[in-house]
């Protein structure tokens, strides 16, 4: 009923930059949260940045000045923004969204995209 669809990753070295995109698509009526999680090898999946559908944002404290998170509802998509990545930064990065239906409201979850940060 309602697909997510990641693109954006890829590998970059150390200093670098790239930007993630998510759009949404199905039988939605409204995009509530949306947001990017990670999961490193090993390691939890973890929250980086969540955006409102008013536009107010959260971000971790590990990529606080470096990632920004932004969305357009005309076009569904929700963007990530990564500079000065890190090695650390490498991991599956995860879209997000709380979305309503006809009739309920669920969160879904894109395929992940992969991020791999060279030192």
């Known amino acids: 009923q309602v697909q997510l669809v990641e693109s954006g990753g890829g590998l970059v070295q150390a200093g670098g930059s790239l930007r993630l995109s998510c759009t949404a698509s199905?039988?939605?009526?409204?995009?509530?949260?949306m947001g990017w999680y990670r999961q490193a090898p090993g390691k939890q999946r973890e929250l980086v940045a969540s955006i409102m559908s008013g536009g107010s944002t959260s971000l971790a404290d590990s990529v606080k000045g470096r990632f920004t998170i932004s969305r357009d509802n005309v076009k569904r998509t929700v963007y990530l923004q990564m500079n000065s990545l890190k090695p650390e930064d490498t991991a599956v990065y995860y879209c997000?969204?709380?979305?309503?239906?006809?009739?309920?409201?669920?969160?879904?979850w894109g395929q992940g995209t992969q991020v791999t940060v060279s030192s």
């Open positions: 997000n969204a709380d979305v309503t239906i006809l009739l309920s409201r669920g969160v879904y």
């Open positions: 199905g039988s939605i009526v409204t995009l509530n949260a």
